[in-house]
């Protein structure tokens, strides 16, 4: 028992599950730490934000993934820091774990690019607690108009902004013109839930820069259909409650999203080693650091360029491969082999805008609208975790397909959250400040 | 269209939504508002605080439910009073709703019993947000046992305490003894989850006191099949992080959950007629007020004596009933015909306690164990709002009986709540006041 080597892996995203899989009953000691309990289905995230599902339907316990795995054990927790010579990983209350191997996959959130006081205003989408943010916040605005409207007769304009083009961004502004224009629409009486406007703001010249210029052109004509006005060469320079500022032009509105930017995990700026702008760790073509042949990195946490150049993108497959690859020259090295390089494998990568509307690329063939959307439906559903999850999730959306409803509209959280959100939009100083005390105090707490 | 009458409900729970079912499409117009968007199929709530059911399944929005309703509109908003000469509401905003009119069915809490700081320690299920609150609890309770007895070989005993062996309490105890015994214990490896201690403490002489003393005795002796302790006669005199006080005796616990007493929500006081103890307004016998033919208070806030001088429980059938017998009198008053008198009409009670394990009274009759459980599951199956849900969730359950799992098992809740948890445990001071002070915070922000 003793003998065999531990692998410690941070992070129960995609990479790190996926070296899990990878090392499950295999002659190594495994734990897996993670601050939260559960895996994330992160591509389907922007759903439990729009009211599609719930988020028990993209979430797994983490040890319910990978409870055949004898060998492994998962242990909720905060990694800190590490002490790469000794072989330890710290904690967050000082509790030491040793490894032989370690596999760091934290992953990353948006980057405010320097504005992290722009987060309270313009939740980002990484985790669960987000995604029931943003969904409180969209339903939100619509309920607090109708009541404006209905007890105060006063009609405002409902205006919803997300900044950023990339696959979230494009996936939220669909999905929020869906929700106004269809599931919303018969359920409101004294405003008209068709009248709300959704602007997605970019700086580049094109939506879903990663795709090809053509598929990038359909998918901004696919929104558009959708009743999205799509804004390019538009850097917003200014956050503030109820508004944003778009070049040198201030513009109101109800909710703001952010989906743009990349912070990796500050846990690898503790490894001692070089990263990125982002905090990207630089990896060998192992995935290893510099000087550790021991310690890897993978997932949306590593820089590595491929042999045509350019970096491994940060998408959900390239974690997964990364994952296995780990797990692969980790095994290799106990049976004394050598360890392969990684190369990423690009499948096809697709992007989803709304009902019957998306687009895909697979070795380079090109498709748009409903059969790109078919593609991505189907593609979801077989790589959700765990058979339930699967015919759950086509349930509800065979369901919302037929009856272009959303089945998880609940707006939760404090129950006099209301009076603040109804305050904030209508930026009453004296209740924003006291908001800014608030988030001050959870600060501390924390 | 002026000339009808307008009917304020307040409170979309069972009593408000059945009487604007029954108004719907009548000659009246219907304002119904609640402090929250959906209504919450309530029998079903301790399923989503221990991790069976995700909260969207059984929560539907208000205005979804009665969309069909073109005299219906439905509002966000929290009643802070009421001008009942003038014939008006006042919301938290200062902002008045004129009615003609009024049907007050916003509910009951639990009552500490003038200990309401206990909540913090102790919480009640009532709402969304405190069944996820309560799953939160209960499943970071194995996750810190597992990573203390991982990390520190430490191996303490895991102790859940339930006050109250109402039809809440009891099927809190049986579903925390089904997780710890079945849908668990394949999961952890550190810890045997079968050797959780769930002790549910009551303070009269026997369980789920309404039913009949045979039900009740085979509902402690079911609970006792699934490992439950029960202790009758027992007082719990004081609460503290990580403790319970019963009699003269502290108890160590990880979770206490609170399951007794009955508060009427506060703003039946603000009516200015008389309340019982709990809070809950004296009525007539056609559910109005002293002195108001045109205010009604229906549901658990309404105390009314039955012809047989029990008094009509808080159950939801009464308030169901209660919510269509108020419309059918203001119904009858547009016609100019008598109101009739309220009376509870008693179909049958039954509690569930766990994987085929339940009792029930129908008429007389009465059935305990598996056949007690069927009936359950179908009538709780047949009454959940929403044909979507009723699929799902059977889906879920079914799924559930196959397995013996869990399916939604998500902690979810601030990232860097785990250490305060932890420490919490342990009741390390610092902590613990740092905890208060971030409630106190929040409560300021209120």
Not at 128 to 138: K, L, P
Request: charged share 25%; proline share 3%; glycine share 10%.
């Amino acid at each position: 028992m003793s003998i065999k080597p531990r692998v410690v892996i941070i992070g129960g995203g995609f990479g790190g599950l996926w070296a899990a899989k990878a090392l499950a009953n295999k002659p190594v000691e495994v734990t897996l730490i993670d601050r939260k309990n559960h895996h994330v289905f992160q591509p389907l995230l922007y759903q439990v934000a729009t009211a599609v599902l719930s988020p028990g339907e993209i979430a797994t316990p983490i040890r319910r993934i990978i409870h055949h795995a004898k060998n492994t054990e998962v242990i909720l927790g905060e990694v800190t820091g590490f002490d790469t010579e000794n072989k330890k990983v710290i904690l967050d209350d000082g509790t030491e774990v040793a490894f032989d191997y370690l596999i760091v996959a934290a992953g990353a959130r948006h980057a405010y690019f320097g504005h992290d006081d722009w987060e309270t205003s313009a939740p980002g989408l990484k985790t669960i607690e987000d995604a029931v943010e943003i969904r409180r916040r969209v339903l939100l605005a619509f309920e607090l108009a109708e009541r404006d409207a209905y007890l105060k007769g006063t009609r405002r304009s409902l205006n919803f902004v997300i900044v950023g083009g990339g696959p979230t961004g494009v996936e939220l502004a669909g999905a929020i013109a869906g929700i106004a224009r269809q599931a919303l629409a018969k359920d409101f009486m004294a405003i008209d839930t068709r009248d709300a406007h959704v602007v997605l703001f970019e700086g580049s010249d094109r939506v879903l820069g990663t795709f090809a210029r053509d598929l990038s052109e359909s998918a901004k004509s696919q929104l558009e259909d959708l009743g999205v006005e799509v804004r390019l060469n538009s850097f917003v320079t200014d956050i503030a409650p109820g508004k944003v500022k778009v070049g040198e032009d201030w513009i109101g509105c109800d909710v703001v999203l952010w989906a743009t930017g990349v912070a990796a995990s500050p846990i690898g700026k503790k490894l001692g080693v070089a990263t990125d702008k982002a905090g990207r760790v630089f990896v060998e073509p192992d995935l290893t650091i510099p000087g550790h042949k021991n310690i890897f990195v993978i997932g949306d946490m590593a820089s590595l360029k491929q042999e045509n150049g350019e970096p491994v993108p940060g998408v959900s497959p390239a974690a997964m491969q990364m994952g296995a690859a780990t797990a692969d020259n980790i095994l290799a090295d106990l049976k004394a082999k050598d360890r392969k390089n990684f190369r990423y494998v690009d499948k096809g990568t697709m992007a989803t805008i709304g009902r019957s509307k998306a687009i895909a690329d697979v070795q380079g063939f090109h498709f748009k609208g409903f059969i790109a959307w078919m593609m991505w439906l189907f593609l979801h559903v077989f790589f959700l975790i765990g058979f339930r999850n699967r015919i759950i999730v086509l349930l509800e959306w065979f369901w919302a397909y037929l009856t272009r409803e959303r089945s998880a509209r609940l707006i939760t959280g404090d129950a006099n959250e209301l009076k603040n959100a109804l305050a904030f939009l209508e930026g009453e100083d004296a209740v924003v400040a006291e908001m800014q005390k608030r988030e001050e105090a959870k600060q501390v707490a924390r």
